[in-house]
């Protein structure tokens, strides 16, 4: 069972079964059974929208959130930074457990894959950033010049009523 810490401390055993993909389906109106399909286009969306992610999750969760008395505020508050990715990659791996074998490879596979990614996209973002800029020469084009600003330092506007 795949499980993950939420920035309370508590933790969060996450399983996937039909039933949970009904629960889903009728109260979030997401089929996870489109995690399937080639394109992976639910999976994309769920990673882009974290609302919706942690609103799944949630429902797939809840009986152990009444167990500890966890509201749904509660919940989605606590799942921040590094708790949120480890929610994503037990949701995942849960999903994975939920698939018939063939499917499971391949699902995991791919997740490793796409983490693999996205460590290197992280990893040349980081590299381009700690580079040190090279000066540009003066007559470099650069950012437009700053707008004159009257004299109570605050930029002109042509709306301005005028100086009397």
């Known amino acids: 069972m795949a499980r993950f810490i939420d ?54 969760v809840e009986s152990r959130a009444r167990e500890l008395a966890v509201t749904e505020e509660q919940f989605f508050r606590a799942l921040t930074g590094d708790p949120l990715e480890a929610a994503y990659e037990a949701f995942v791996e849960a999903f994975a457990d939920f698939s018939p074998s063939h499917l499971r490879k391949l699902l995991r596979l791919s997740t490793s894959k796409a983490k693999v990614a996205v460590e290197r996209m992280v990893e040349e973002a980081m590299r381009k950033l700690e580079e040190p800029e090279e000066p540009k020469p003066a007559d470099a084009p650069g950012p437009p010049p700053t707008s004159p600003t009257s004299a109570t330092g605050s930029p002109e506007s042509p709306a301005s009523p005028p100086a009397g």
């Open 7 to 60: 920035l309370a401390g508590r933790a969060w055993d996450v399983a996937i079964d039909a039933w949970g993909l009904k629960q889903v389906k009728a109260r979030c109106g997401v089929n996870l059974s489109a995690l399937l399909d080639a394109d992976r286009r639910l999976y994309r969306e769920l990673v882009g929208d974290p609302v919706k992610f942690v609103e799944v999750l949630y429902v797939l």
